[in-house]
C-alpha cells in the first residue's frame, strides 16, 4: 500500500517562498505520476502541478505558473514543490498525490496547511 507523507507547510508573508516535500513508500515511486493539489477554505480541490514518471515532463495550473516548480528525486521517493513568491490566495491544505496518470490521484497524503498573510 502506498503511503505518501507531506512536509514544509507553515505560515508566511506574501512573497515569501516555500518548499514542500512528500515522501512516498509502499511500491515503486518511479512507476508513479506525482502531483500536488491544494483545497482552500470553501473551495473545491483542484490540481496544482504534476510531473510524470516516464520523462519528468512537468504540468501546472495557470493559477501558478511561473511561481510554483514540482520536482522528484527518485533516489530518494520523494516529491517537491518549490513555491515562490507567494500571494495570500495561495492559503490552502495542500495535498501530495501518487497516480497511474497524471492529474490522477489514486493515493494521498494527509495534507500540509500554507497559510500566507498580506
Known amino acids: 500500500q502506498v503511503q505518501l507523507v507531506e512536509s514544509g507547510g507553515g505560515l508566511v508573508q506574501a512573497g515569501d517562498s516555500l518548499r514542500l516535500s512528500c515522501v512516498f513508500s509502499g511500491r515503486t515511486f518511479g512507476t508513479y505520476a506525482m502531483g500536488w493539489f491544494r483545497r482552500a477554505p470553501e473551495k473545491e480541490r483542484e490540481f496544482i502541478a504534476g510531473i510524470d514518471w516516464k520523462d519528468d515532463n512537468s504540468y501546472y495550473a495557470d493559477v501558478v505558473k511561473g511561481r510554483f516548480t514540482i520536482s522528484r528525486d527518485n533516489a530518494k521517493n520523494t516529491v517537491y514543490l518549490q513555491m515562490n513568491s507567494l500571494k495570500p490566495e495561495d492559503t490552502a491544505v495542500y495535498y501530495c498525490?501518487?497516480?497511474?496518470?497524471?492529474?490522477?490521484?489514486?493515493?494521498w497524503g494527509q495534507g500540509t496547511q500554507v497559510t500566507v498573510s498580506s
Open positions: 498525490a501518487a497516480g497511474i496518470k497524471i492529474g490522477r490521484g489514486d493515493y
